[in-house]
């Protein structure tokens, strides 16, 4: 009796976790950042999961500490390669926090960004261990929650021109909308929000959303596909778009079904869009904002983001040592607007490839339901290249949240035996 309550208790606390896994522009307490309800809740049961996995099977408490160990062990070599070789930054980094550029060793954003990650790795372990396969209609309750939302500011902005996101109150270095972006787009001379709900800024509600949109295919959610799909298409995100595409192409491949649906679309769509581009100014606007002008680093955003990424590439190549590369400087030092140069700067080669084998791994966790293996695997990579090329969001919840997935049916299945 003692171990069902235990163990309805932790039900309970997952479906909470996932309800609210999604927002993060939302904070208790304004100055203080980290103040996320959903962070806040992970840290909170952290005792509770150790004394747990302690006194039953220890297979949660013993991941934990393998986790912490080789974090630790990279870092410290890292720092004791920026010690060792008096490493100085430079000032074309994109440092997490350009205060006291001058200070090379044990920066607090060492600390401060391994809190960010710890509360993600947690949620991964949570849900990896004690989640099951019904947890899945609570994590699709916290998407329709924040596309809602999503669709409430944009229809709020219409109505007021005004920025639709009443509810956002999280900031950075206490600048006021730092936790929240305001972005607009206009389409002949009809001025749009761009959707973005409580993820912080459009690429990001992509990122949080893409994967959980193309696995609605396998889970037969299809009210959810529509829904998330049309959020999706709002945010005009290269990002979202990406992973669109990703998700046309990898379907194609993998599911017969749908492949002959997709045999008659995807060249009718690709000619309607090729002759609204040619007759429409809108949406050659459109295009070249999202796309051309954003890959070949001719407006603003694609500028920034290629100009981030040959910095830090280039401090990696040319101001760091056989070690330095290897290593990186620690983690949380650099915080670019991709993944790969972050990576490559704070934790080195090992670090990056660490990170994707880990990653990577989780598309080969052999399952029964071989349909959602297949769609899995296409959202691993769709995430990946986003991660990689444009959100690198290691602390948003939901990225841990996909991971620990294929976990929760494997579970069910190896009880169906």
């Known amino acids: 009796m003692q171990e069902k309550k235990l163990l309805r208790s932790i039900y309970v606390f997952l479906a909470i976790l996932l309800c609210m896994a999604f927002s993060v522009s939302i904070v208790i307490y304004p100055a203080i950042s980290l103040s996320v309800p959903s962070y806040i809740m992970v840290y909170l049961a952290a005792p509770f999961f150790l004394w747990l996995s302690y006194t039953r099977d220890r297979e949660f408490f ?19 390669h920026v010690w060792m070789y008096d490493v100085s930054l430079d000032p074309s980094l994109t440092l997490t926090d350009r205060g006291d550029i001058e200070r090379t060793l044990l920066r607090p954003t060492l600390f401060g960004q391994s809190i960010y990650l710890f509360a993600g790795v947690l949620t991964y372990l949570y849900l990896k261990y004690y989640a099951r396969r019904e947890h899945i209609r609570y994590l699709y309750i916290g998407l329709r929650i924040i596309v809602l939302l999503g669709f409430v500011e944009v229809i709020l902005f219409q109505l007021t021109g005004e920025n639709g996101d009443l509810l956002s109150n999280r900031t950075f270095n206490n600048k006021p909308g730092s936790g929240s972006l305001f972005q607009t787009i206009t389409l002949s001379g009809l001025r749009l929000q761009r959707l973005k ?5 459009p690429s990001m509600f992509a990122f949080s959303v893409i994967p959980f949109w193309i696995l609605c295919i396998p889970l037969k959610r299809y009210l959810d596909f529509m829904l998330l799909g049309i959020a999706l298409i709002l945010t005009f995100s290269t990002s979202a778009y990406l992973g669109i595409i990703i998700f046309v192409l990898g379907a194609a491949l993998v599911d017969q079904g749908l492949r002959k649906i997709l045999f008659w ?21 459109v295009i070249h904002s999202v796309f051309i002008d954003k890959f070949t680093g001719s407006n603003e955003s694609g500028s920034e983001r290629s ?7 280039t401090f990696w190549k040319e101001h760091l040592s056989l070690p330095g590369k290897l290593l990186g400087l ?3 030092y650099v915080r670019s607007t991709d993944f790969f140069s972050t990576l490559l700067v704070n934790n080195g080669l090992l670090g990056l490839v660490g990170f994707t084998v880990f990653y990577f791994r989780h598309g080969f966790i052999r399952l029964k339901d071989t349909l959602f293996g297949k769609y899995y695997l296409i959202a691993l990579f769709a995430v990946f290249l986003i991660m990689m090329g444009s959100v690198p969001e290691f602390a948003y919840l939901s990225l841990w949240v996909f991971l620990s997935i294929p976990y929760w049916i ?3 299945e190896a009880q169906q035996d």
Request: contains cysteine; proline residues 3%; aromatic residues 8%.
């Open 62 to 80: 013993r991941e934990l500490m393998i986790i912490v160990t080789v974090f630790s062990c990279l870092n410290i070599l890292a720092q004791l």
């Open 307 to 313: 100009g981030h990424f040959l910095n830090q590439y």
């Open 265 to 285: 679309i995807v060249p009718a769509g690709a000619v309607a869009l090729l002759i609204l581009y040619l007759v429409s100014p809108a949406i050659q606007k």
């Open 410 to 412: 494997e579970r069910e």
């Open 330 to 332: 620690g983690w949380g």
């Open 197 to 201: 709900s409580l993820t912080g800024e």
